[in-house]
């Protein structure tokens, strides 16, 4: 009895999965009425993605200004600066670190920023790290990187 249960319902899924399969294949009807109109135009096509840059990428930035600034009522050296994909493919992962040292060259509290998604070409984000305000700090540096190798930056007058 139990075997031809099992049968039975084999069988059901087969018949199931065909009429599923067939009715998919069937030829639509022709719609009433006049023809499509000549001028519409198809919806357009999902974007493809795009490998991003492997090894160097190259990145244009303005000047960075520097400011004394209050975050959350803590004093912080604000820094901002803008930043344009001149690569020809996206660059993932891209991150800028802002290091900061004293007069002898010891390192002092830094800050960070990564980008969330990949830079597309000629995208152009605008950049702000928030520095903890040390009485030490000297002088600063910027460092370029993304997730699959190195950044060549340029220094541009404007974006």
């Known amino acids: ?7 039975l319902l084999a069988v059901a899924g087969v018949v ?10 069937a030829p639509k009807p022709a719609t009433s009425g006049a023809p ?23 990145i244009g930035y303005t000047r960075p200004v520097v400011k004394r600034g209050k975050v959350g009522g803590k004093d912080f050296v ?10 020809a493919a996206p660059i993932a992962g891209l991150k800028v670190d802002d290091f900061w040292y004293d007069k002898q060259g010891n390192p002092l509290p830094s800050d960070s920023y990564r980008h969330p998604r990949p830079l597309q070409p000629g995208e152009v984000i ?18 370029f990187s993304h997730a699959n190798g ?8 404007k974006l």
């Open 16 to 25: 199931v999965l065909v009429s599923g399969t067939a009715a998919a294949q």
């Open 78 to 87: 604000v820094t901002t600066m803008r930043i344009q994909n001149m690569a």
């Open 1 to 7: 009895m139990n075997r031809q249960n099992v049968s």
């Open 126 to 143: 605008t950049v702000t790290l928030e520095t903890p305000l040390d009485p030490r700090m000297n002088r600063n540096q910027w460092q």
């Open 36 to 58: 499509a109109a000549q001028g519409t135009q198809t919806p357009p096509a999902r974007p493809r993605l795009v490998a991003p840059v492997r090894g160097v990428a190259q």
């Open 150 to 157: 190195e950044i060549k930056p340029t220094l541009v007058p």
